[in-house]
């Protein structure tokens, strides 16, 4: 049976329908299926964690490929319909939970970094939260390859100086290489989304892509550079609330000469990281002082 038929066939026979609310938009197009495991360089030892098992059409797939997988289902419909049919395959485990509630610790503990893999067609109303939740999992997850509205995926993998650069650019580049694999046309899914799909491999750093002293502060003034985007760099930042005076910034600004006058957009995450790395030892100094 196709992903198509299968959802057809599912929908008929319970009588439900996709659920707005939970972005459910359903992949029906059979030849994505080898784009995705491809993406994903299954080996042997490998547990996958796939986030929204849908009807299973990947999940049992990839249990013929992997060591372990465990599915997640929100959906308590999608979640009953699997175990009916069931997944009683001995490689995949299948959980009833809100991926952005569920522990992930536990999943991948005492599995290798770079055999733990995470795919995904992910809902687009929390896409980014889902992806500060794996990000926050760097040091025990090796990649993952993640389906997500087009206009999301670019902001992913964006350049400095582009208008779809921001705080998300930076903080994946921070902790990971991106690249878009394969756009796919809303007439692939099922409903039809309003918008196109990518799909998105990122591969996860153990450790930081650059060096940061302080996180919080760095993750602070990105937040700040691109909140007030339109404003200068040094506007933006001093309206973000760090604790340095106006003339101390300056001074930051011509040690490390980045031109104060230049918008947040236009900053590379070495820059970003100077940037931080500067406030934070005059911030320690002037603790230490008092």
């Given at each position: 049976?196709?992903?198509?038929?299968?959802?057809h066939e599912y929908l008929r026979r319970t009588g439900k329908r996709p659920k707005k609310r939970l972005s459910q938009n359903f992949l029906i197009d059979p030849n994505v299926l080898p784009v995705i495991l491809e993406a994903l360089q299954i080996e042997d030892a490998d547990l996958v964690l796939e986030i929204g098992t849908g009807l299973g059409y990947l999940?049992?797939?990839?249990g013929d490929n992997a060591?372990?997988?465990?599915?997640?289902?929100?959906?308590?419909?999608?979640?009953?319909?699997?175990?009916?049919?069931?997944i009683d395959h001995p490689?995949?485990?299948?959980?009833?939970?809100?991926?952005?509630?569920?522990?992930?610790?536990?999943i991948f503990s005492g599995v290798c970094r770079p055999n733990a893999k995470v795919v995904g067609n992910l809902p687009y109303h929390i896409t980014t939260p889902i992806l500060w939740k794996l990000l926050g999992h760097h040091k025990s997850i090796g990649s993952c390859v993640l389906m997500m509205q087009t206009e999301v995926a670019q902001r992913v993998v964006a350049s400095p100086g582009g208008k779809d650069y921001g705080a998300l650019s930076v903080a994946v580049s921070y902790y990971a290489k991106s690249n878009i694999i394969r756009s796919f046309s809303s007439n692939q899914f099922y409903p039809a989304p309003s918008v196109d799909s990518s799909l998105v491999r990122l591969s996860i750093?153990?450790?930081?892509?650059v060096e940061v002293e302080n996180e919080a502060l760095f993750f602070r003034i990105l937040r700040s550079a691109f909140q007030f985007r339109r404003k200068m760099l040094r506007n933006a930042m001093l309206r973000g609330g760090l604790a340095?005076?106006?003339?101390?910034?300056d001074d930051i600004f011509d040690e490390l000469r980045i031109d104060g006058?230049?918008?947040?957009e236009t900053l590379n995450i070495l820059e970003f990281a100077s940037l931080a790395n500067a406030v934070s030892r005059i911030t320690t100094r002037t603790q230490t002082a008092r």
């Open positions: 049976m196709t992903p198509f038929q299968k959802v999940t049992k797939a990839l060591k372990t997988v465990v599915g997640v289902e929100i959906d308590s419909d999608l979640y009953a319909e699997l175990q009916s049919e069931s490689r995949i485990r299948l959980v009833h939970a809100d991926f952005l509630k569920l522990n992930l610790f536990p750093e153990e450790s930081p892509t340095v005076s106006s003339e101390v910034l006058r230049r918008r947040g």
